[in-house]
């Protein structure tokens, strides 16, 4: 079984700063892509960043230059730095991970609980 847990939500004022993590614990071999979705209320899932086993990350237009999606492979955990947040950027944080359990086994999509993030004044 694998966990990915995420932590580090919570309420900010318009302008502030959090730091999200991810961290994925169980029967892991290797992760491969690793993402960062979140979805706001009355709306759909979105992609907000990923980032490759090998540190090549992308971005949502809505959050380039605020968002800094970041990952320590040695503790199969994935940050997500935000910045300059806004009202708009409120919505629940999910993380999500392709990763097998054993060399040249199957990859498999695992997703987070989700944490609360609220831009607020």
């Known amino acids: 079984q694998v966990q990915l847990v995420e932590s580090g939500g919570g309420l900010v004022q318009p302008g502030g700063s959090l730091r999200l993590s991810c961290a994925a614990s169980g029967s892991i071999f290797s992760i491969n892509r690793m993402d960062w979705y979140r979805q706001a209320p009355g709306k759909q899932r979105e992609l907000v960043a990923d980032?490759?086993?090998?540190?090549?990350?992308h971005y949502a237009d809505s959050v380039k230059d605020r968002f800094t999606i970041s990952r320590d492979n040695a503790k199969n955990t994935v940050y997500l730095q935000m910045n300059s947040l806004k009202p708009e950027d409120t919505a629940v944080y999910y993380c999500?991970?392709?990763?097998?359990?054993?060399?040249?086994?199957?990859?498999?999509?695992?997703w987070g609980q989700g944490t609360q993030v609220t831009v607020s004044s």
């Open positions: 980032i490759t086993s090998g540190a090549s990350a």
């Open positions: 999500r991970a392709d990763l097998t359990h054993r060399s040249g086994g199957l990859q498999y999509q695992y």
